[in-house]
């Protein structure tokens, strides 16, 4: 198998986004409880609702992709599902990150660099 490691990449970000995606649908009011005092002293203080579910949105598109390149490689030998999931990763994860630095959380933003490494890694196996 030439595409051992994307695909290892791609099932790490699958299960990270969807995991991501279903906590911030079945556990909204749990997040906006803590996401909203996270926010308050900065300008994203009256818009959490609305950046959390643009990230939902974009944690989906990241997930679903990252699915769907798990099998396109698998079956067909075709990166682009697999190259656009990592892609839709990265964006999700500078979102994470713009807003963790905002929010001065500097400890969540290296977290958030953690995942970042896979991620652009996907990217550049798969382009």
């Not at 990241?62 to 656009?84: D, E, H, K, P």
Request: contains cysteine; hydrophobic residues 55%.
């Amino acid at each position: 198998m030439n595409n051992t490691a994307s695909i290892l990449v791609l099932i790490f970000l699958a299960i990270t986004f969807i995991m991501s995606a279903h906590d911030k649908v079945f556990h909204w009011n749990d997040n906006m409880s803590w996401l909203k005092p996270h926010f308050e002293k900065t300008y994203l203080k009256n818009f959490v609702p609305q950046s959390v579910f643009l990230l939902l949105v974009v944690e989906l598109i990241a997930g679903i992709l990252c699915v769907a390149g798990i099998f396109q490689l698998l079956f067909y030998s075709s990166r682009t599902f697999g190259f656009y999931g990592a892609i839709f990763s990265c964006i999700s994860l500078l979102l994470m990150l713009f807003g963790q630095r905002l929010a001065k959380d500097y400890d969540g933003a290296r977290n958030i660099a953690i995942y970042f490494i896979p991620a652009v890694l996907a990217v550049f196996w798969l382009s």
